[in-house]
């Protein structure tokens, strides 16, 4: 089963925009990470935030947690051509607050940035 | 470093075929783990391993052995091929399970007919 359900499923932008991605998630989590892949190629980690923690910054990359409502939202500033990717959120259970390292993965989110 | 690499890139069997699909990282991480990716569905866990000996089922398990003989090594195989089993497959490697990213692989387009 899809733990995650990533919102919306493809955007389309101009290069310079902000690209807001969205990610909502069924149970209690150890932490939530963010991955990024190029078309034909393997997913590459961008982010990791714990449940213990609200919001998190990566050069151009900001990601929010809000655990009361099981969601979290991936935001890229100043897009460039270069980001065009899917994105996906992945979420590790675990247990007793103890990680597991099995991630559940949404279905991800198609980003386009046009030049 | 290699980091996780893959073969083979792409295979194409028949029905019935079996074969190994090989995994392995020099980073001497001690997590590693199978995905399978379908169009529309994000990638959905195989089997993991904690370590050398150790080995767990995931949300996928059916139609696939592994085993972990080596801190290197995660082969994955499939006992007897199926149509339902074309997908593309994602080995991952991570330091440990508490919290820390995972390292994948570049993939392996499988077609079963």
């Known amino acids: 089963s899809q733990q995650g359900e990533e919102d919306p499923q493809a955007l389309s932008i101009q290069e310079g925009e902000n690209a807001t991605m969205n990610c909502s998630y069924k149970?209690?989590?150890?932490?939530l990470q963010w991955y990024r892949q190029n078309s034909g190629r393997g997913l590459v980690h961008l982010i990791l935030?714990?449940?213990?923690?609200r919001e998190k910054h990566s050069g151009r990359l900001r990601v929010t947690l809000d655990t009361s409502k099981k969601s979290s939202s991936l935001l890229i500033t100043a897009s460039r051509a270069a980001d065009t990717a899917s994105y996906f959120c992945a979420t590790d259970a675990g247990a007793g607050g103890t990680s597991y390292g099995k991630l559940t993965f949404g279905q991800g989110t198609i980003l386009t940035v046009h030049p | 470093n290699a980091g996780v690499t893959q073969t083979p890139k792409f295979q194409v069997l028949k029905t019935g075929q079996s074969m190994t699909l090989q995994c392995a990282q020099d980073?001497?991480?001690?997590?590693m783990s199978w995905y399978r990716q379908d169009p529309g569905m994000g990638l959905r866990l195989i089997h993991y391993s904690v370590g050398a000996g150790i080995t767990d089922q995931g949300e996928v398990p059916n139609g696939y052995n592994v085993s972990r003989s080596t801190t290197e090594d995660f082969p994955l195989r499939l006992l007897s091929a199926a149509p339902s089993q074309t997908s593309v497959y994602f080995c991952?490697?991570?330091?440990?399970?508490?919290?820390?990213?995972?390292?994948f692989g570049p993939g392996t387009r499988l077609t079963v007919t």
């Open positions: 935030i714990r449940s213990n923690e």
């Open positions: 149970t209690s989590i150890n932490n």
């Open positions: 980073m001497n991480h001690e997590y």
């Open positions: 991952a490697s991570s330091l440990g399970t508490a919290h820390y990213e995972q390292y």
